[in-house]
């Protein structure tokens, strides 16, 4: 994920004057993100949807993303209050940006074209979801080879 945010953005964050906040910035918390929300986020989510072109990854997985991307900028990305933690700050992330990806995908199947170049580029980073039966046979058939060596 730090490789593909763009520089002004890791400068700001590993700057002094930097004090935390939401890094994922919607209107509401309950209705589907709008084009223009996802391309204000546009630098959030571009690294998501190439990492998982054909799926909207889980909000833990996400968190997982977050805290990891907190580490390698030297724990700068979050900055917990008193009585957060930055678990929960990553985890808030996680979901606000898993219900983004769910938006793009939604966009994707149901127009084409985009009025903003950034949303048209994350999704142009998407792929179908495989069929629901062939993951689940993949995996079992592994599971089969396992056990029989």
Not at 87 to 97: D, I, N, P, Q, S
């Amino acid at each position: 994920m730090l490789e593909h945010l763009p520089v002004t953005v890791i400068s700001l964050v590993q700057s002094d004057t930097y004090t935390g906040g939401d890094l994922i910035l919607l209107d509401s918390a309950v209705a589907r993100p709008s084009a223009e929300e996802l391309a204000n986020n546009y630098c959030w989510l571009k690294p998501i949807v190439m990492d998982s072109p054909s799926k909207v990854p889980s909000g833990y997985y996400l968190t997982d993303a977050f805290l990891r991307l907190d580490a390698k900028l030297n724990r700068k990305l979050f900055r917990p209050k008193q009585g957060e933690s930055r678990m929960f700050l990553a985890g808030r992330e996680g979901v606000k940006a898993k219900r983004c990806v769910g938006a793009i995908r939604y966009l994707w199947r149901n127009s084409h074209g985009a009025h903003d170049a950034r949303v048209l580029d994350l999704k142009q980073c998407l792929s179908p979801s495989p069929p629901r039966g062939v993951e689940a046979r993949s995996k079992n058939m592994l599971r089969l080879a396992w056990l029989k060596v």
